[in-house]
Protein backbone atom coordinates (compact mmCIF):
# COMPACT_ATOMS: atom_id res chain seq x y z
CA UNK A 1 0.00 0.00 0.00
CA UNK A 2 0.58 3.73 -0.40
CA UNK A 3 -0.29 6.73 0.37
CA UNK A 4 -0.42 10.10 -0.88
CA UNK A 5 1.47 13.11 0.51
CA UNK A 6 -0.29 15.99 -0.67
CA UNK A 7 1.77 19.53 0.10
CA UNK A 8 2.38 22.70 -1.33
CA UNK A 9 5.57 25.29 -1.40
CA UNK A 10 3.45 28.14 -0.93
CA UNK A 11 2.74 26.73 2.74
CA UNK A 12 6.11 28.05 4.23
CA UNK A 13 5.81 31.60 3.38
CA UNK A 14 3.48 32.57 6.03
CA UNK A 15 5.56 34.07 8.52
CA UNK A 16 3.88 35.60 11.78
CA UNK A 17 7.33 36.83 13.14
CA UNK A 18 10.01 36.24 14.43
CA UNK A 19 10.25 34.04 17.58
CA UNK A 20 6.83 33.00 17.05
CA UNK A 21 6.21 29.41 17.25
CA UNK A 22 4.18 28.54 14.46
CA UNK A 23 7.31 29.03 11.83
CA UNK A 24 8.05 28.10 8.26
CA UNK A 25 10.70 25.62 9.52
CA UNK A 26 7.48 23.61 10.93
CA UNK A 27 6.10 22.72 7.20
CA UNK A 28 10.34 21.91 6.27
CA UNK A 29 11.00 19.66 9.12
CA UNK A 30 7.93 17.71 8.35
CA UNK A 31 8.38 17.05 4.34
CA UNK A 32 12.15 16.36 5.08
CA UNK A 33 11.26 13.38 7.57
CA UNK A 34 8.86 12.27 4.66
CA UNK A 35 11.54 12.70 2.21
CA UNK A 36 14.03 10.06 4.02
CA UNK A 37 14.62 7.18 2.12
CA UNK A 38 12.93 4.31 4.16
CA UNK A 39 9.39 5.88 3.31
CA UNK A 40 10.78 7.00 -0.61
CA UNK A 41 8.86 3.40 -2.27
CA UNK A 42 5.41 4.01 0.33
CA UNK A 43 4.59 7.48 -1.06
CA UNK A 44 3.63 9.23 -3.92
CA UNK A 45 3.90 13.11 -3.71
CA UNK A 46 1.15 15.30 -5.26
CA UNK A 47 1.54 18.92 -5.10
CA UNK A 48 -1.88 21.13 -4.70
CA UNK A 49 -3.26 23.63 -6.36
CA UNK A 50 -4.84 26.56 -4.11
CA UNK A 51 -8.32 26.05 -2.96
CA UNK A 52 -10.98 28.22 -4.82
CA UNK A 53 -13.22 30.26 -3.67
CA UNK A 54 -16.19 28.17 -4.01
CA UNK A 55 -14.31 25.39 -1.59
CA UNK A 56 -13.78 28.55 1.21
CA UNK A 57 -17.48 29.90 0.96
CA UNK A 58 -18.44 26.41 2.17
CA UNK A 59 -17.27 27.12 6.00
CA UNK A 60 -16.02 30.93 6.00
CA UNK A 61 -18.68 33.63 5.04
CA UNK A 62 -17.58 35.79 1.66
CA UNK A 63 -16.99 39.06 4.06
CA UNK A 64 -14.68 37.38 6.06
CA UNK A 65 -12.57 36.03 3.07
CA UNK A 66 -12.58 39.56 1.65
CA UNK A 67 -11.20 40.92 4.56
CA UNK A 68 -8.30 38.46 5.16
CA UNK A 69 -7.63 39.00 1.45
CA UNK A 70 -7.22 42.78 1.38
CA UNK A 71 -5.11 42.61 4.30
CA UNK A 72 -3.00 40.13 3.25
CA UNK A 73 -2.16 42.21 0.01
CA UNK A 74 -1.69 45.35 1.97
CA UNK A 75 1.49 43.39 3.74
CA UNK A 76 -0.27 41.76 6.54
CA UNK A 77 -1.49 42.92 10.05
CA UNK A 78 -2.47 41.45 13.63
CA UNK A 79 -6.31 39.52 14.09
CA UNK A 80 -5.45 38.22 17.20
CA UNK A 81 -2.38 38.11 20.37
CA UNK A 82 -1.17 35.20 18.71
CA UNK A 83 -2.33 34.99 15.12
CA UNK A 84 -0.53 37.63 12.67
CA UNK A 85 -0.68 38.21 9.18
CA UNK A 86 2.27 38.26 6.63
CA UNK A 87 2.47 39.65 3.93
CA UNK A 88 2.35 35.95 2.23
CA UNK A 89 -0.14 34.63 4.43
CA UNK A 90 -3.17 34.60 2.37
CA UNK A 91 -0.95 32.99 -0.09
CA UNK A 92 0.19 30.41 2.10
CA UNK A 93 -3.99 29.87 4.09
CA UNK A 94 -5.08 29.27 0.07
CA UNK A 95 -2.10 26.59 -0.24
CA UNK A 96 -2.91 24.99 3.12
CA UNK A 97 -6.80 24.65 1.93
CA UNK A 98 -5.68 23.62 -1.36
CA UNK A 99 -3.72 20.42 0.15
CA UNK A 100 -6.41 19.08 2.13
CA UNK A 101 -8.87 19.35 -1.00
CA UNK A 102 -6.14 17.49 -3.00
CA UNK A 103 -5.85 15.38 0.18
CA UNK A 104 -9.37 14.07 -0.19
CA UNK A 105 -9.82 14.20 -3.56
CA UNK A 106 -6.89 11.52 -3.68
CA UNK A 107 -7.85 9.72 -1.09
CA UNK A 108 -11.67 9.28 -2.28
CA UNK A 109 -9.87 8.30 -6.07
CA UNK A 110 -8.00 5.38 -3.70
CA UNK A 111 -8.64 1.73 -4.40
CA UNK A 112 -12.15 0.85 -3.89
CA UNK A 113 -12.32 4.66 -2.98
CA UNK A 114 -10.52 3.57 0.48
CA UNK A 115 -7.48 5.37 -0.24
CA UNK A 116 -5.24 7.26 2.62
CA UNK A 117 -3.23 10.69 2.19
CA UNK A 118 -1.35 13.31 4.64
CA UNK A 119 -2.17 17.09 3.86
CA UNK A 120 0.78 19.11 4.87
CA UNK A 121 -0.92 22.15 5.64
CA UNK A 122 0.55 24.89 7.10
CA UNK A 123 -0.78 27.36 8.54
CA UNK A 124 -3.03 24.68 10.99
CA UNK A 125 -6.91 25.37 10.91
CA UNK A 126 -8.29 23.95 13.81
CA UNK A 127 -9.07 27.15 15.71
CA UNK A 128 -10.57 29.37 12.84
CA UNK A 129 -14.14 30.28 13.00
CA UNK A 130 -16.27 30.87 10.46
CA UNK A 131 -15.31 34.28 10.74
CA UNK A 132 -12.20 35.10 12.96
CA UNK A 133 -9.33 33.94 12.92
CA UNK A 134 -7.05 32.82 15.90
CA UNK A 135 -4.91 30.38 17.55
CA UNK A 136 -2.58 30.51 14.41
CA UNK A 137 -5.04 29.52 12.32
CA UNK A 138 -6.90 31.27 9.28
CA UNK A 139 -8.79 28.67 7.34
CA UNK A 140 -10.50 25.87 9.28
CA UNK A 141 -8.62 23.20 6.92
CA UNK A 142 -10.21 19.81 8.42
CA UNK A 143 -14.00 21.32 7.82
CA UNK A 144 -13.07 22.70 4.11
CA UNK A 145 -11.66 19.16 3.39
CA UNK A 146 -15.46 17.77 5.38
CA UNK A 147 -17.66 20.17 3.44
CA UNK A 148 -15.35 19.45 0.37
CA UNK A 149 -16.05 15.39 0.68
CA UNK A 150 -19.88 16.07 1.08
CA UNK A 151 -20.17 18.06 -2.08
CA UNK A 152 -18.78 14.94 -3.20
CA UNK A 153 -20.93 12.71 -2.33
CA UNK A 154 -19.86 11.41 0.90
CA UNK A 155 -22.59 11.08 3.46
CA UNK A 156 -21.30 10.90 6.86
CA UNK A 157 -18.19 12.48 7.67
CA UNK A 158 -15.92 11.61 10.85
CA UNK A 159 -12.95 14.17 12.24
CA UNK A 160 -10.91 13.22 15.10
CA UNK A 161 -8.51 15.32 16.41
CA UNK A 162 -5.54 15.05 18.55
CA UNK A 163 -3.96 18.11 18.79
CA UNK A 164 -3.32 19.08 22.38
CA UNK A 165 -5.36 21.92 22.08
CA UNK A 166 -9.31 21.86 21.69
CA UNK A 167 -10.38 22.54 18.00
CA UNK A 168 -13.11 25.15 19.14
CA UNK A 169 -13.35 26.08 15.33
CA UNK A 170 -14.05 22.90 14.16
CA UNK A 171 -16.54 22.32 17.09
CA UNK A 172 -18.22 25.56 16.08
CA UNK A 173 -18.44 24.54 12.71
CA UNK A 174 -19.83 21.15 12.46
CA UNK A 175 -21.88 20.82 15.75
CA UNK A 176 -25.49 21.73 13.79
CA UNK A 177 -24.54 19.56 11.22
CA UNK A 178 -25.19 15.48 11.99
CA UNK A 179 -23.40 14.59 8.82
CA UNK A 180 -20.47 15.06 10.64
CA UNK A 181 -19.05 13.66 14.00
CA UNK A 182 -16.26 15.56 15.62
CA UNK A 183 -14.16 13.54 18.18
CA UNK A 184 -11.31 15.87 19.89
CA UNK A 185 -9.04 14.75 22.68
CA UNK A 186 -7.57 17.26 23.99
CA UNK A 187 -5.49 19.43 27.09
CA UNK A 188 -8.24 21.07 30.04
CA UNK A 189 -7.70 23.13 31.24
CA UNK A 190 -5.70 24.32 28.33
CA UNK A 191 -6.21 26.87 25.76
CA UNK A 192 -8.80 27.84 24.27
CA UNK A 193 -10.65 26.77 26.99
CA UNK A 194 -13.87 25.03 25.04
CA UNK A 195 -14.05 21.15 24.83
CA UNK A 196 -15.88 20.35 27.73
CA UNK A 197 -17.77 16.95 27.72
CA UNK A 198 -20.85 17.90 27.71
CA UNK A 199 -20.79 19.95 24.56
CA UNK A 200 -22.72 17.63 22.61
CA UNK A 201 -23.69 19.51 19.42
CA UNK A 202 -26.48 17.64 18.31
CA UNK A 203 -25.42 14.42 19.81
CA UNK A 204 -22.76 14.89 16.70
CA UNK A 205 -19.59 16.35 19.08
CA UNK A 206 -17.55 14.10 21.47
CA UNK A 207 -14.83 15.65 23.52
CA UNK A 208 -12.50 14.04 25.79
CA UNK A 209 -10.99 16.54 27.79
CA UNK A 210 -8.02 15.51 29.76
CA UNK A 211 -5.65 16.83 32.36
CA UNK A 212 -1.64 17.05 31.54
CA UNK A 213 0.80 13.84 32.65
CA UNK A 214 -1.76 11.59 32.72
CA UNK A 215 -0.08 7.47 31.59
CA UNK A 216 0.30 7.55 27.80
CA UNK A 217 -1.55 4.70 27.59
CA UNK A 218 -4.69 6.79 29.60
CA UNK A 219 -4.82 8.90 26.45
CA UNK A 220 -4.63 6.25 23.90
CA UNK A 221 -7.56 4.51 25.21
CA UNK A 222 -10.21 7.26 26.06
CA UNK A 223 -9.71 8.60 22.58
CA UNK A 224 -9.96 5.16 20.94
CA UNK A 225 -13.75 4.91 23.37
CA UNK A 226 -14.68 8.36 22.33
CA UNK A 227 -14.06 6.93 18.60
CA UNK A 228 -16.12 3.83 19.20
CA UNK A 229 -18.79 5.69 21.09
CA UNK A 230 -19.10 8.40 17.60
CA UNK A 231 -19.38 4.84 15.20
CA UNK A 232 -21.96 3.17 17.32
CA UNK A 233 -24.42 2.54 14.74
CA UNK A 234 -23.07 5.30 12.30
CA UNK A 235 -20.46 4.72 9.56
CA UNK A 236 -18.48 7.34 8.09
CA UNK A 237 -17.55 7.64 4.22
CA UNK A 238 -14.37 9.44 5.23
CA UNK A 239 -12.14 9.61 7.96
CA UNK A 240 -10.14 13.34 8.62
CA UNK A 241 -7.50 13.53 11.30
CA UNK A 242 -6.61 16.53 12.81
CA UNK A 243 -3.33 15.67 13.17
CA UNK A 244 -1.46 18.01 15.91
CA UNK A 245 1.97 16.34 17.18
CA UNK A 246 1.74 18.88 19.88
CA UNK A 247 0.19 16.04 22.12
CA UNK A 248 3.86 14.23 21.84
CA UNK A 249 5.62 14.51 25.36
CA UNK A 250 7.93 17.69 25.49
CA UNK A 251 6.35 19.48 23.09
CA UNK A 252 6.53 23.47 24.35
CA UNK A 253 2.54 24.19 24.18
CA UNK A 254 1.15 21.24 25.40
CA UNK A 255 1.65 18.50 28.80
CA UNK A 256 0.49 14.77 27.15
CA UNK A 257 2.81 12.35 26.92
CA UNK A 258 2.12 10.42 23.99
CA UNK A 259 5.35 9.15 22.08
CA UNK A 260 5.53 8.50 18.72
CA UNK A 261 4.51 5.11 18.34
CA UNK A 262 1.42 6.13 20.00
CA UNK A 263 0.57 8.43 17.00
CA UNK A 264 1.54 4.94 15.13
CA UNK A 265 -1.13 2.70 16.60
CA UNK A 266 -3.77 5.66 16.83
CA UNK A 267 -3.35 5.80 13.10
CA UNK A 268 -3.78 1.79 12.61
CA UNK A 269 -6.42 1.48 14.86
CA UNK A 270 -8.66 3.91 13.32
CA UNK A 271 -8.22 3.04 9.37
CA UNK A 272 -9.42 -0.55 10.81
CA UNK A 273 -12.46 0.64 12.49
CA UNK A 274 -13.78 3.06 9.33
CA UNK A 275 -12.22 0.55 7.15
CA UNK A 276 -13.26 0.42 4.31
CA UNK A 277 -13.50 4.71 3.89
CA UNK A 278 -10.43 6.48 3.25
CA UNK A 279 -8.42 8.43 5.57
CA UNK A 280 -7.40 11.60 4.98
CA UNK A 281 -4.69 12.79 7.91
CA UNK A 282 -4.66 16.95 7.92
CA UNK A 283 -1.62 18.75 9.98
CA UNK A 284 -2.87 21.05 12.61
CA UNK A 285 0.00 21.56 15.75
CA UNK A 286 3.46 20.00 16.91
CA UNK A 287 5.65 23.18 17.99
CA UNK A 288 9.18 21.27 18.83
CA UNK A 289 10.63 20.47 15.14
CA UNK A 290 12.26 16.97 15.89
CA UNK A 291 9.48 15.37 17.68
CA UNK A 292 6.89 17.23 15.14
CA UNK A 293 8.92 15.16 12.31
CA UNK A 294 8.97 12.22 14.12
CA UNK A 295 5.06 12.05 14.83
CA UNK A 296 4.22 13.03 11.12
CA UNK A 297 6.43 9.96 10.03
CA UNK A 298 4.45 7.90 12.44
CA UNK A 299 1.31 8.88 10.71
CA UNK A 300 2.27 8.28 7.31
CA UNK A 301 3.86 5.22 8.21
CA UNK A 302 0.87 3.84 9.18
CA UNK A 303 -1.09 5.76 6.59
CA UNK A 304 0.60 3.58 4.25
ZN1 LIG B 1 -2.37 22.55 19.09
Not at 224 to 229: G, N
Amino acid sequence: MTTTVVWHPATRLHSAGAGHPERPQRIDAVLEALRLPDLKESLVWVEAMPADWAALERVHSARYLGALEVLGNQGGGTLDADTIMGPHTWQAALASAGTVIGAVDRALAGPGGGGTAFAATRPPGHHALAERAMGFCFLNNVVIAARHARARGAERVLIVDWDVHHGNGTQALVQADAAVRFVSLHQSPWYPGTGAADERGVGNVFNVPRPPGLPRQTYVRDLLTAVDAALAGWRPDLLLVSAGFDSLAGDPLGGFTLEPEDIAEWTAALRERVAPAPVVGVLEGGYRLDLLAAGARAHVRALA
